[in-house]
């Protein structure tokens, strides 16, 4: 069982940087993809970017693109979500989840290991 944590989540203004971190209760192997999520009040939980564990290939949709990037360090069973640009519109809980292999589509209650999340808020 994975259990994951999320942290690094605060209040910046609009423009400003943050990164959040997810570590790994336990190993996170090269097989392991990883994703985050996010949820505004009032709105659906939405998928944001995900990271394969080999080889790492990244994907992420189309309100962050450019903006967010992902990395990880498999020693430190951590995935990494580098967010800049920030904008009021990215205010939100944010999420992470893992599976073992290849991502899944970005539906939450299709990835295995989920955390509880880190609130992100962005003021104009």
């Known amino acids: 069982q994975v259990q994951l944590a999320e942290s690094g989540g605060g209040s910046v203004q609009a423009g400003g940087s943050l990164r959040l971190s997810c570590a790994a209760s336990t190993y996170i192997s090269n097989h392991h993809s990883v994703a985050w999520f996010r949820q505004a009040p009032g709105k659906e939980r939405e998928g944001v970017a995900w990271i394969t564990g080999r080889d790492p290939l990244t994907y992420y949709t189309e309100p962050v693109k450019g903006r967010f990037t992902l990395d990880r360090d498999n020693a430190k069973n951590t995935v990494y979500l580098q967010m800049n640009s920030l904008k009021p519109e990215d205010t939100a809980m944010y999420y992470c989840?893992?599976?073992?292999?290849?991502?899944?589509?970005?539906?939450?209650?299709?990835?295995?290991?989920r955390g509880q999340g880190t609130q992100v808020t962005v003021s104009s």
């Open positions: 989840a893992a599976v073992v292999g290849l991502p899944k589509p970005l539906q939450w209650d299709q990835w295995d290991y």
